[in-house]
């Protein structure tokens, strides 16, 4: 399967169902959402959080389609594990360094599932009183919340099934496909 100029590895190839999502249109929408951002918030503090691992590739992009100053923090949190299913159970391994009670804080997320991970970021994060936090997600899956969360602006929402590239992954793999693809598990 030929991406961008690119072959894939057979052996990743094998799991791909499909492409969803090409390199084109993630890019057209991600310029469309950093100009929104560029324009709420020229003049103003910003700060982008990318959620890591899976967001850090849509974070990169995010960053370059901003066009006013802003600064980046990262943090890490985690229910996925090794599997294509939820753990329930969200742990933050990697906290922001920053006070961040002077910035409009913008979390930019790969996949909003479930919820929970989000739900306990934002939490976490409005407790140390930004002066606004928004949610950027790539990716949502409402039909699979199990919590009251939303996404103040989603690029693209899908239905339920399990996606990996652009940053996305199974079992690590998988990150590295410029276009977003639904994963076949056999």
Known sequence: MAAGGKTVDKELEKHINRVIFTEAEIKERIAEAGRMISEKYAGKPLLLVSILNGAFIFMADLCRAVTIPCEVGFMCAR??????????????????????????????????????????????????????????????????????????????????????GYGLDCGEKYRNLPYIAEYRAD
Not at 96 to 124: C, F, M, N, P
Not at 132 to 150: G, H, N, Q
């Open 79 to 164: 229910s996925y594990y090794d599997g294509t299913v939820s753990s329930g159970e969200v742990t933050i391994t990697k906290d922001l360094s920053q006070d961040i009670s002077g910035y409009h804080v913008v979390i930019a997320e790969d996949i909003i599932d479930t919820g929970r991970t989000l739900a306990a970021v934002v939490e976490k994060l409005r407790e140390r009183r930004p002066l606004s936090l928004e949610v950027i997600t790539l990716l949502d899956k409402p039909s699979r919340r199990v919590v009251d969360f939303k996404a103040d602006m989603s690029l693209f929402t899908i239905p339920d099934y399990f996606v990996v």
